[in-house]
């Protein structure tokens, strides 16, 4: 999944409908983080922003789109990061030592 992010950070010929292909490192980390129990606050931040460009009808080809290929790759470190600081889950039955 992280190939995939830093591949779309830095493909030179990149346009935003190609950042179609980081869909399911985003989703992972959605999955990552929730199971975690983090905020998922930086990942509505950085889609609503995504989103309002869109629905401004900002022209395709235009500079500020620039930002999105960095924002889903620090979004996926963030939530990769974050789920791996998480406490594991208290094991709650007795473990049999007697075979």
């Known amino acids: 999944m992280l190939v995939l992010l830093v591949s779309v950070a830095c493909a030179p010929y990149s346009w935003f409908t190609d950042e179609s292909v980081v869909l399911p490192a985003v989703l992972a980390g959605v999955y990552r983080a929730e199971n975690a129990g983090c905020s998922l606050l930086p990942f509505g931040i950085v889609a ?27 979004w996926y470190l963030y939530a990769t990061w974050v789920a791996g600081r998480a406490p594991a889950e208290v094991r709650t039955e007795p473990i049999d030592l007697n075979p």
Do not use: C, H, Q, R
Not at 48 to 74: C, D, N
């Open 48 to 74: 609503g922003v995504a989103l309002i460009e869109i629905t401004m009808k900002v022209p395709i080809s235009s500079l500020f789109y620039l930002w999105t290929p960095l924002a889903w790759l620090t």
